[in-house]
C-alpha cells in the first residue's frame, strides 16, 4: 500500500514546507489542535503504562508535551522530518517534563526493534507516500503487546477544493488520501494485531476561498504532489476556482470538509525486546541523517 492510488508525493518539498510553516503553524491548526486532543482523550479507554513512547510526526510538539504529563515516567521520543518544527517543539520542554527530539523519517524509523511501548501519531500519515513501510516500521519498533495510536486523513477531506479545482484545469491541486479500510488492510498486512478503525468528519468555514488557502499555508499543508503544476497558477485559473467553490456557500460561508481516520492496533505478542538496555533507545545515524540540534 504506497499512499494513495496513483499519488506522488514530492518529500524534499514535504520537508521544506513544513520548515517554512513552523512558526506560523500553531495559529492556524485548529483542526489539527482538536483532532490531537481526541486522539489523546482516545488513550483513557486502554491500560498501559509505556517505558518508551514515540510521537511520530510530532510537529510543535503539543502532543509530546501531553504525552509526557500523562506519563511522566516514560522516555517520549519526538520524531519530526521538520528540523524547523523539532526547533519550535523545544520549547514545549521544562526541566520537569523533558523529552527527546530526533529529526527522522517515518517510513524509516530510527529506533531499536521492540523498544517503544506506544506510538503515537497525530496527522501524519497523510504526508506518508509508502505506508506500508511506515506501519512495518511501527510494527517492528513495538514492543511486545505495545500500542499504535494514530490519525490521519481519509479521501473527502478537501473535497470542495479539490471539485473547485478540478473545474478549474483539472490538474492535482490538493493532495490526495488513504481510505480507511485500506489503511485496515496495511495495519493487518505489517502484523500488528487488532486493529480498529473509525471516521469522524469536521467542517472549518471561511468567508471566501482565499481564507482556507492561507490557513493550509500556514501549517505547511501545501500541494506536494509530485505532479503538481509548477509556477504561478493564473489569475483565470484562480478566479474559475474561486467560482466553481461558490457552489457550496451556505449560510454566507464556504465549507472545508475534513473526513479522518482514527486507527489503533497492538503489536503481537509474546516476542521478547531486542537491541533496548535499560530503557535506552538506539538511533542508526545512517536511517536518520543526523540529531537534531539544540538550539
Known amino acids: 500500500m504506497n499512499g494513495a492510488a496513483g499519488f506522488d508525493l514530492d518529500l524534499a518539498a514535504v520537508r521544506r514546507s513544513f520548515d517554512r510553516a513552523a512558526r506560523s503553524y500553531d495559529g492556524s491548526a485548529v483542526l489539527q489542535s482538536r483532532v490531537r486532543e481526541e486522539l489523546l482523550a482516545r488513550l483513557d479507554y486502554v491500560t498501559l503504562e509505556p517505558a518508551t513512547i514515540l510521537d511520530v510526526g510530532c510537529g510543535t510538539g503539543h502532543a509530546t508535551r501531553a504525552l509526557k504529563d500523562r506519563y511522566p515516567r516514560a522516555r517520549v521520543i519526538a520524531l519530526d522530518v521538520s528540523e524547523g518544527m523539532l526547533a519550535m517543539a523545544r520549547r514545549r520542554q521544562s526541566w520537569r517534563r523533558r523529552f527527546d527530539r530526533v529529526c527522522g523519517d517515518a517510513m524509516r524509523l530510527p529506533l531499536a526493534t521492540g523498544s517503544v511501548d506506544l506510538v503515537f501519531s497525530s496527522l501524519t500519515l497523510q504526508w506518508c507516500p509508502d505506508l506500508d513501510a511506515v506501519f512495518a516500521g511501527f510494527r517492528q519498533v513495538l514492543a511486545p503487546r505495545g500500542l499504535v495510536n494514530f490519525a490521519t486523513f481519509g479521501p473527502d477531506t478537501l473535497t470542495e477544493l479539490r471539485t473547485a479545482w478540478a473545474q478549474a484545469d483539472g490538474l492535482p491541486h490538493v493532495n490526495q488520501f488513504t481510505d480507511m479500510h485500506d489503511l485496515g488492510d496495511g495495519l493487518v498486512r505489517a ?40 509556477g504561478m497558477t493564473g489569475r483565470g485559473r484562480l478566479r474559475a476556482m474561486e467560482s466553481a467553490y461558490e457552489r457550496y456557500r451556505q449560510d454566507g460561508s464556504l465549507p472545508a470538509t475534513y473526513e479522518v481516520v482514527f486507527g489503533q492496533a497492538w503489536g503481537p505478542a509474546g516476542e521478547g525486546r531486542r537491541g533496548r538496555r535499560g530503557g535506552e533507545f538506539t538511533l542508526d545515524p545512517a536511517a536518520i541523517g543526523r540529531r537534531s540540534r539544540e538550539a
Open 191 to 230: 502484523g500488528l494485531a487488532e486493529p480498529v478503525l473509525d471516521v469522524e468528519r469536521y467542517t472549518l468555514t471561511y468567508p471566501d476561498v482565499y481564507g482556507l488557502m492561507r490557513d493550509l499555508k500556514a501549517i505547511g499543508a501545501h500541494n506536494v504532489n509530485a505532479g503538481r503544476p509548477r
